[in-house]
C-alpha cells in the first residue's frame, strides 16, 4: 500500500474518540460484549475507523463467543499485516491496519472454517459500510472475469502454435 499515513498523536487525539485512541494508538482492548458489532448481523465492509482501509467483509464475519467481532479472513493483506505480540507473558499475534498503523485486535488459528483464522478486532476500530459490499462482489467477479480471459487467451495461443 502506498499511501502510509502518518500523524502526531496529537494529530490522533483530536481525530479519534477517546476509546478508539485508546484501543487504536495505545494498543489497550474494548470490554468484552461492550462493542457495536459484536452480534452484528449487517452486511457491508468493515473498515478502519482511522483511515478507511477496507479490512473485512461480512462474509467473513462469525460468531466467536469471545465477546469480540471476529472474522475468518482479511478482505486483502495490502491492507492488514500482522506482528508478534508477546506482552502480559504471552504469545499473540497482533492486528494491525497497514496504511494508519492502528491496533485493530488479535488473530489467532482456531477459527471455524477453512481458514482456521479467528481474527478478535476491537469494534471502536471499525465503521460499517453497507454499500462497499457490493463493490467487492463486483471487483471480485471482475477480476474472475479477467482471469478467465487470459486463461482463454493463452490456450487459444497454444492450440495456434500446436497448429
Same mark, same amino acid.
Do not use: I
Given at each position: 500500500m502506498s499511501d502510509i499515513i502518518q500523524k502526531t498523536n496529537?494529530?490522533?487525539q483530536k481525530e479519534l474518540t477517546p476509546e478508539q485512541y485508546k484501543v487504536m494508538r495505545e494498543k489497550f482492548t474494548e470490554s468484552?460484549?461492550?462493542?457495536?458489532?459484536?452480534?452484528?448481523?449487517?452486511?457491508?465492509?468493515?473498515? $478502519?475507523?482511522? +483511515? !478507511? =482501509?477496507?479490512l473485512f467483509s461480512s462474509d467473513t464475519k462469525f460468531d466467536s463467543?469471545?465477546?469480540?467481532p471476529s472474522f475468518d479472513d482479511v478482505i486483502s493483506n495490502e491492507h492488514v499485516e500482522t506482528r508478534d505480540d508477546l506482552?502480559?507473558?504471552?504469545?499473540?499475534?497482533?492486528?494491525? $491496519?497497514?496504511? +494508519? !498503523? =492502528?491496533?485493530?485486535?488479535?488473530?489467532f488459528p482456531d477459527g471455524p472454517t477453512h481458514t482456521g483464522q479467528r481474527y478478535c478486532i476491537n469494534s471502536v476500530c471499525l465503521?460499517?459500510?453497507p454499500k462497499e459490499e457490493d463493490n467487492i462482489l463486483k471487483r471480485q467477479d471482475e477480476k474472475t472475469?479477467?482471469?478467465?480471459?487470459?486463461?482463454?487467451?493463452?490456450?487459444t495461443e497454444k492450440t495456434q502454435h500446436s497448429i
Open positions: 496529537e494529530d490522533w468484552p460484549f461492550s462493542g457495536k458489532y459484536v452480534n452484528s448481523k449487517e452486511k457491508g465492509v468493515y473498515k $478502519c475507523a482511522g +483511515c !478507511g =482501509a477496507e463467543g469471545t465477546g469480540w506482552e502480559f507473558g504471552m504469545h499473540r499475534t497482533e492486528v494491525l $491496519c497497514k496504511k +494508519c !498503523g =492502528a491496533h485493530l485486535g488479535h488473530v465503521t460499517l459500510d472475469e479477467q482471469t478467465e480471459q487470459t486463461e482463454q487467451t493463452e490456450q
